[in-house]
Nanobody, 115 residues
Framework: VQLQASGGGLVQAGGSLRLSCVAS??????????VGWYRQAPGKQRELVAT??????NYADSVKGRFTISTDNAKNTVYLQMNSLKPDDTAVYYC?????????WGQGTQVTVSS
């Protein structure tokens, strides 16, 4: 399974972006344990942003109320809608799909929020 992330870019504080992550092939939902987005800022460890598992979502406290994770199974795509962006949201964003005991990662997409 290959994941292709896109949608990053440069945006002013308060703006919005929508990230997309497309899987290379159809993955039967029954095999997926979770899908999610993580991010890594310079000099920091990778951190969880949002995950979705069996219809339940989980968000980092720092993005609650601003970011929304969603999926479109017909398009094999996971989205991250990011609103009210802040400079602290600047990072490389990675999508993740967990199938069984295996983790699959996208290549990362840069999000830069200017003040």
């Amino acid at each position: 399974v290959q994941l292709q992330a896109s949608g990053g870019g440069l945006v002013q504080a308060g703006g919005s972006l929508r990230l997309s992550c497309v899987a290379s092939k159809v993955i039967l939902s029954v095999y997926i344990r979770s899908v999610g987005w993580y991010r890594q800022a310079p000099g920091k460890q990778r951190e969880l942003v949002a995950t979705q598992a069996r219809g339940s979502t989980n968000y980092a406290d720092s993005v609650k109320g601003r970011f929304t994770i969603s999926t479109d199974n017909a398009k094999n795509t996971v989205y991250l809608q990011m609103n009210s962006l802040k400079p602290d949201d600047t990072a490389v964003y990675y999508c993740n799909v967990r199938i069984g005991s295996s983790d699959y990662w996208g290549q990362g997409t840069q999000v830069t929020v200017s003040s």
